[in-house]
């Protein structure tokens, strides 16, 4: 009989901890301590209390957990002393057969992680879907970790024992989040589609309008179809859009969505994630034959991320009026102009059709996003979802300081005019001076010695300047500063400089009542409520100029990495995102 929550709840304090037992490996105290925090209203509540029992716990105590686990596929499988949890979780991954090398180089990345941290190398291998990694995903996430520094690796072995406790707390209540892996199935499946030089590599890459990205228009279609859309379509952009009507199709909308294409060797969430989450929500609306007073509009947007062409956020831009007529004649790197991609993609490819995609706001009750965290704050928490409460106003510069070049050996340290080393100065300013903010974010992301060579001062120094701020204000006092420091670095040396200003994106502050509908969904979630600002820009970012907006985060695994193929997601914490949107819309 699986356990209920119900029954957790009135068991007595001995009890209630048996009916845990075996949830963390040897350490009964995680759950005892966690229990003081009955009842629980949700199991994702009593997640978190357990998520605080261990944060809570000395460093001793949490040394004793990590060490109480077995080395995976180490010698207490081979003498069979495992616990019946881990001998199953080992034996579904796969690690009871494998092959003598593999389990000869288990040994030596055993070895060499005991010698390195100290403590055995944990990892949840039932994987983000719960279903399992396959053993070379198990070693290549071995290799990657033994370079971790020490202290984030004890806290990455905490957080993977926790992914094993929630899988282990599933089985214990006999519940599956079959919501969850339908959706995570979806990205998998639509992962599949990338463009060419990059998928014979196994790399997820999808830029604007090429074969692959038609073929994810096809399968979003496809999907919105299955799902039980009343429209579903193309826009003039390549943007995807499927409607949900309300109980009247002339209801206002709810418009949601975020991207589906991809930076190169991009993640399978960015982006699709915003699409996959409210389609499974119209879908169980559709199997439900419910209706809502307000229709639901999704957009799949055709392009955010600027590869193919420098054009981001062009799918949303023109919703809201902002497609610059100058991007049809802008060539890709092989010369083709846009116009012509569109044409090619049967897209009528003019500024009349596309002119046309503007959205009136009196037509639309306001527009959500739900989208991967891309950072680590989620993960570090150990929190499912965060409620954002602004996008970053951001403003980037590419730049040039020129010095004079001149031979290394023969010019003396107080002659010189290196380029290199006034942009090194400026560097180490914007650090300092964005974390003065707290909240300011400042990267110096491209820097290059242009022709430099091993024996030759730099005569010149490319740089780049990404200055990112809660607020417009903030921004503008950071790059203020910024560029006073850079016009007296160049002074103090007697160097020239050149700057150019190439984006500037007002911050985007989440409408105060739309806010407040996330921060109920979570709670209602039984989680409690995070707020966070967005470093990262998304489609809500242009939807913001003429609607209200506002947006949900989903942790990401790996310490929310993102743009990269080791972003993940769990199919637990996207079905908690499908049932926190759920709740918005019953809200509305
Ligand atoms: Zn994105």
């Given at each position: 009989m699986a356990l209920t929550l119900d029954q957790l709840n009135a068991a007595a304090p001995?009890?209630?901890?048996?009916?845990?037992?075996?949830?963390?490996e040897h350490s009964p105290w995680v759950v005892q301590r966690a229990l003081a925090q009955r009842p629980f209203?949700?199991?994702?509540?009593?997640?978190?209390?357990?998520?605080?029992?261990?944060?809570?716990?000395?460093?001793?105590?949490?040394?004793?957990?990590?060490?109480?686990?077995?080395?995976?596929?180490?010698?207490?499988?081979?003498?069979?002393?495992?616990?019946?949890?881990?001998?199953?979780?080992q034996s579904r991954a796969g690690l009871t057969h494998c092959t003598p090398d593999e389990f000869a180089q288990l040994q030596r990345l055993n070895a060499d992680y005991n010698a390195r941290f100290g403590f055995p190398f944990i990892l949840a291998v039932r994987g983000p879907r719960g279903s399992g990694l396959t053993r070379q995903q198990i070693i290549a996430a071995f290799e990657r970790r033994l370079g971790n520094p020490v202290d984030f690796e004890r806290e990455e072995a905490l957080r993977n024992i926790h992914r094993i406790a929630e899988i282990r707390l599933g089985d214990k209540f006999g519940v599956e989040p079959?919501?969850?892996?339908?959706?995570?199935?979806?990205?998998?499946?639509?992962a599949q589609h990338s463009d060419p030089g990059f998928k014979e590599q196994g790399q997820l890459t999808v830029t604007y309008l090429t074969d692959a990205h038609q073929a994810c228009q096809r399968e979003l279609m496809a999907r919105m179809r299955e799902s039980g859309f009343d429209e579903v379509g193309i826009d003039a952009v390549g943007n995807v859009v499927g409607v949900y009507h309300g109980q009247s199709p002339d209801a206002k909308r709810l418009l949601t969505g975020s991207h589906f294409d991809t930076v190169r060797n991009g993640g399978k969430y960015d982006g699709r994630l915003g699409i996959f989450v409210p389609i499974a929500c119209v879908e169980r609306l559709h199997r439900a034959g419910r209706r809502l007073p307000f229709g639901i509009?999704?957009?799949?947007?055709?392009?955010?991320?600027?590869?193919r062409y420098k054009a981001t956020f062009l799918g949303s831009g023109a919703l809201t009026g902002h497609f610059n007529p100058a991007w049809l004649d802008q060539t890709d790197a092989d010369g083709i102009r846009m116009q012509d991609a569109m044409r090619?993609?049967?897209?009528?490819?003019?500024?009349?059709?596309?002119a046309a995609l503007r959205r009136d706001p009196a037509r639309y009750l306001g527009f959500v996003e739900v989208h991967i965290e891309q950072g680590p704050v989620l993960n570090e928490m150990g929190l499912?979802?965060?409620?954002?409460?602004?996008?970053?106003?951001?403003?980037?510069?590419?730049g040039e300081v020129i010095g004079m070049a001149s031979h290394a050996g023969t010019t003396p340290m107080d002659r010189r005019r290196d380029a290199a080393c006034a942009v090194a100065e400026l560097a180490l300013y914007l650090e300092q001076r964005a974390a003065q903010d707290g909240d300011s974010v400042a990267t110096m992301g491209l820097l290059q010695v242009p022709g430099g060579s091993i024996n030759v001062v730099p005569g010149r120094c490319a740089f780049s300047l990404d200055l990112r701020a809660p607020t417009d204000a903030q921004r503008d006092a950071l790059e203020r500063d910024v560029l006073a420091q850079l016009s007296a670095i160049c002074e103090r040396r007697g160097l020239g400089h050149r700057l150019e200003r190439t984006m500037i994106a007002a911050a985007a502050p989440s409408a105060p009542d739309w806010q407040a509908r996330w921060e109920r969904a979570v709670a209602a979630l039984g989680l409690p409520v995070h707020r966070m600002p967005s470093g990262a820009g998304h489609d809500a970012m242009k939807l913001h100029e003429v609607m209200p907006q506002a947006m949900l985060f989903v942790r990401g695994e790996n310490s929310g990495i993102s743009h990269n193929p080791l972003e993940s997601t769990t199919s637990h914490d996207i079905e908690l995102c499908v049932l926190a949107f759920e709740h918005l819309l019953n809200g509305l």
């Open positions: 001995d009890e209630a901890l048996r009916l845990l037992d075996g949830l963390y209203a949700t199991l994702a509540a009593l997640q978190w209390a357990l998520v605080q029992s261990l944060a809570a716990a000395t460093r001793d105590e949490q040394l004793g957990l990590i060490r109480a686990h077995p080395e995976l596929a180490g010698k207490a499988m081979v003498a069979n002393t495992l616990t019946a949890e881990s001998t199953g979780e079959e919501l969850g892996h339908r959706v995570w199935d979806w990205h998998e499946a639509l509009e999704v957009v799949g947007f055709a392009e955010e991320e600027g590869q090619a993609a049967g897209l009528p490819g003019t500024l009349d059709a596309i499912p979802l965060g409620v954002v409460t602004s996008i970053n106003a951001s403003v980037r510069h590419v």
